[in-house]
């Protein structure tokens, strides 16, 4: 199993650009995840799902939407880039833990860097 | 409101030394706490929880509910310790982890 696997590893971007960051994941877990780490913050959650079609948000969503068509796959979309949207950027996943479902044991991604300009 | 605090941001001891990273929450139930580490160049991933009351690396955390703190510890730090660590806390109801800034642990030979 691959894991959480996330592309790309690194990106620059001008003001106004738009993305969007992959995140997939083998291990058949419902949730998933999306965090923004910064220098000293530590990690913030921006948005979350429990299954495919159902999204919601997390602590920092502004700038930021998603959506979870697949079970496998919860792309992350930056509409109107900002300098404030640079950062480390770590998709995650979890599931059943002790014969139910978790939000406990998370599973990172490697992050993607963003840098914009 | 959920919060986990480590007052640390940088903590650096001796190789052999003793070593306890600092984990305060403020959560009005029975939380479940949680150690993640995030090695240099490496993905963040899960050290230990409380409730399985195990000891990973050598490293151990009891949950204080009195005093609020999961506080991390190990006897006698190694060079491969260095790292940085979050701790995080999990609601009732499976709600989503909350994590602390983090502590950069640096491990002197």
């Known amino acids: 199993n691959a894991g959480v696997t996330q592309t790309p590893k690194f990106r620059i971007l001008k003001i106004g650009q738009s993305m969007t960051l992959q995140c997939t994941q083998d291990m058949n877990h419902n949730y998933m995840y999306w965090y923004r780490q910064d220098p000293g913050m530590g990690l913030k959650l921006i948005y979350y799902?429990?299954?495919?079609?159902?999204?919601d948000k997390g602590e920092v969503p502004n700038g930021y939407n998603v959506s979870r068509s697949t079970t496998e796959d919860f792309p992350l979309r930056l509409e109107l880039a900002a300098p404030s949207q640079t950062s480390v950027y770590f998709c995650a996943s979890s599931g059943l833990a002790g014969g139910r479902s978790s939000y406990n044991e998370q599973f990172f991604g490697p992050g993607t860097r963003l840098t914009v300009l | 409101a959920q919060r986990v605090t480590q007052p640390e941001k940088l903590l650096s001891v001796f190789k052999g030394a003793p070593v306890e990273l600092k984990c305060n929450y403020s959560y009005s139930g029975s939380p479940e706490l949680f150690w993640y580490v995030q090695y240099s160049r490496q993905r963040l991933q899960l050290l230990l929880r409380h409730i399985s009351r195990e000891s990973i690396k050598g490293f151990t955390a009891d949950l204080n509910k009195g005093e609020t703190s999961f506080h991390l510890k190990k006897p006698f730090a190694q060079e491969e310790d260095s790292a940085m660590y979050y701790c995080a806390l999990s609601g009732i109801g499976n709600t989503p982890l909350v994590f602390g800034k983090g502590t950069r642990l640096s491990v002197i030979a």
């Open positions: 799902s429990v299954g495919a079609g159902i999204t």
